[in-house]
C-alpha cells in the first residue's frame, strides 16, 4: 500500500538541482558532447540503443549524458521517449547475408569462404590497463586490407545444411509476426515472440542465464558457429510505390550458435540452431541470446526441462531491466501504512511469546515445589 506524501516541494527541487549539478561535474573541465559519446562509449551508445529498442545514436547518447553514465536509467529514459513516437509504418526484414562486414569470425571452422574477418574486438587484447589512454595521445590508424571482403559470404550453417546435418531454417510464412511492444506476452510464447523479449532483455542477465547452461543448468553445449557484425541496408515497401526502397542502414551483430541434438524417435541425430540479433556491436548479448533461444526450445525438442534457461516464463518474466528496476526501486517509495502494520504484528508476537514463557516458568516452579 503506497501513502500519498504532502510537502517537500522545495527539497524536491533541490534534489534535481543537485543531480544536475553532479551531472556536469567540475565546471573547470570541458563538457562533454553527443559527439564524444558516440565515438568514444560507442559500446554503450549500442547497447542502450538495443535494450531501448531504438536505433538513434544521438538520442542513446543523449540519455547516457543525461543518465550520468548510468547505462540501465539510459535505456529506461529511451524506451520512455519511445513510447511517445508515432509508427508510420513497417520494414522489410532485413537481410543479414548482405551485411557490409566489418568483423566475422567461426569456433567451428578454420577455413571458411571469404575468410575469418576479426574486425575490432578485445578478445586480441592482454586485458591491461593502457596508461598511454590518459596521456590523450593520437590512435593508432589501422590499415586497409589489401584484399576487398565480399559482398556476400555464406553462412556456416549453410555449410552444414549442405551435408543435411543441422535443422532446416523455420520457413517463413506471411502471419503478421508477434509484437512484444503492443502485445502481452502469453505463455506459451512463440519462437519469435521469444526472441524479440531476448533482444530486449538485460545483457548481464541474459549473460548469467547462458553462462548457467554451461555449467550443468541446461545441459547444453554449443558452439559458436558464426559471429558477424556490420551493416546493413533498412528497406520499407510504401503503399503508393509498391516495391522497397532503402531508406538507411544499420549496425547489427548477429550470431548463430550450434548445438548438438542426439535425435528422437521421429528426428535424427543433428545439430540445432540458436539464435542472436542485436543493435550494435554487442557480441556478448547476441551469443548470449543465442545459447537462451537454443534452450528454451528444450520442451520442443523432448528434452527435460529442468533448468531455470530452460524455463521461459522464468526467463522472459524477468529479462527486462526497466521492470526490475522499476519494482525493485519502488521499495523507497512510503510503505509506512504496510511498515506500521508489519510493526503491530511483530510486537503482538514477542508480547505472546513472553506471556507464553512466563506461563511455562511459574509451571516450572510449580513442579519444582511438588517435587521437594
Known amino acids: 500500500m503506497y501513502v500519498a506524501v504532502k510537502g517537500g516541494d522545495a527539497a524536491i527541487e533541490n534534489s534535481q538541482t543537485l543531480l544536475a549539478e553532479e551531472r556536469r561535474g567540475d565546471t573547470r573541465v570541458p563538457e562533454l558532447t553527443l559527439d564524444q559519446i558516440k565515438n568514444q562509449l560507442s559500446l554503450s551508445v549500442d547497447r542502450v540503443m538495443a535494450e531501448g529498442s531504438l536505433y538513434d545514436r544521438d538520442l542513446a547518447a543523449l540519455a547516457i549524458k543525461q543518465a550520468r553514465g548510468d547505462i540501465v536509467e539510459a535505456i529506461f529514459l529511451l524506451r520512455a521517449y519511445r513510447t511517445t513516437l508515432p509508427r508510420f509504418g513497417n520494414t522489410v526484414p532485413i537481410d543479414t547475408a548482405k551485411m557490409q562486414i566489418r568483423r566475422r569470425i567461426s569456433a567451428t571452422f578454420k577455413d571458411l569462404p571469404g575468410g575469418q574477418i576479426l574486425g575490432p574486438s578485445f578478445d586480441y587484447t592482454h586485458r591491461l590497463l593502457d596508461f598511454s589512454l590518459a596521456e590523450n595521445s593520437d590512435s593508432p590508424v589501422a590499415e586497409e586490407a589489401s584484399e576487398d571482403v565480399l559482398a556476400e559470404m555464406p553462412r556456416v550453417t549453410e555449410l552444414l545444411n549442405d551435408e543435411g546435418l543441422i535443422e532446416k531454417e523455420i520457413e517463413v510464412n506471411d502471419q503478421e509476426p508477434f509484437d512484444v511492444t503492443r502485445n502481452s506476452l502469453k505463455f506459451p510464447a512463440s519462437r519469435e515472440a521469444r526472441l524479440q523479449n531476448l533482444a530486449r532483455g538485460d545483457e548481464g542477465f541474459l549473460l548469467a542465464l547462458a553462462y548457467s547452461t554451461q555449467r550443468g543448468w541446461g545441459k547444453t553445449h554449443p558452439f559458436a558457429g558464426e559471429i558477424r557484425m556490420g551493416e546493413v541496408g533498412v528497406e520499407i515497401i510504401p503503399e503508393e510505390l509498391g516495391f522497397p526502397i532503402e531508406v538507411g542502414e544499420i549496425t547489427v551483430t548477429e550470431c548463430q550458435m550450434v548445438n548438438q541434438f542426439k535425435g528422437s524417435a521421429t528426428i535424427p541425430a543433428q545439430f540445432t540452431r540458436g539464435y542472436g540479433l542485436t543493435f550494435g556491436h554487442n557480441e556478448r548479448k547476441a551469443m548470449s541470446m543465442g545459447i537462451l533461444d537454443r534452450s528454451l526450445r528444450s520442451k520442443e525438442l523432448g528434452e527435460a ?64 515445589e511438588a517435587a521437594e
Open 305 to 368: 526441462v529442468n533448468a531455470p534457461a530452460q524455463d521461459e516464463e522464468f526467463v522472459l518474466s524477468h529479462s527486462c531491466n526497466v521492470e526490475a528496476s522499476g519494482f525493485v526501486q519502488h521499495l523507497k517509495l512510503p510503505h509506512y501504512v504496510d511498515f506500521q502494520s508489519e510493526l503491530v504484528t511483530v510486537r503482538a508476537l514477542r508480547n505472546a511469546s513472553k506471556i507464553s514463557e512466563k506461563k511455562e516458568d511459574s509451571t516450572d516452579s510449580k513442579n519444582l
